[in-house]
């Protein structure tokens, strides 16, 4: 089992910045892709961003390349996501994912985190 525990959401002005964590235990880091998921009111849940298990390969959203950033550290057991510029349609429920195959760590992860609510206003 992996357990993951999002962190870094929050309330923030369009245009402005967040970083959300995710920190992983329970399984070795370093072998798991990782990923982040949203959820906005009333949609379906839908893939951000993925990173392999070394941090050399990076996957994104076609239309949110540019703003977000995935990364990870080993080390810490962490993976990370840095969202610039962010609008109201940001606004959603963030998932950390892990997934041991990374063809599916973008469709259908093997664990899930709880979320951590962004919102963006205005």
């Known amino acids: 089992q992996v357990q993951l525990v999002e962190s870094g959401g929050g309330l923030v002005q369009a245009g402005g910045s967040l970083r959300l964590s995710c920190a992983a235990s329970?399984?070795?880091?370093?072998?798991?892709?990782m990923g982040w998921f949203r959820q906005a009111p009333g949609k379906e849940r839908e893939f951000v961003a993925a990173i392999s298990s070394s941090g050399g390969d990076t996957y994104y959203k076609d239309s949110l390349k540019g703003r977000f950033t995935i990364s990870r550290d080993n080390a810490k057991n962490s993976v990370y996501l840095q969202m610039n510029s962010l609008k109201s349609e940001d606004t959603a429920v963030y998932y950390c994912?892990?997934?041991?195959?990374?063809?599916?760590?973008?469709?259908?992860?093997?664990?899930w985190g709880q979320g951590t609510q962004v919102t963006v206003s205005s």
């Open positions: 994912a892990a997934g041991i195959r990374i063809a599916t760590v973008r469709t259908f992860p093997d664990y």
């Open positions: 329970g399984r070795t880091f370093s072998n798991y892709h």
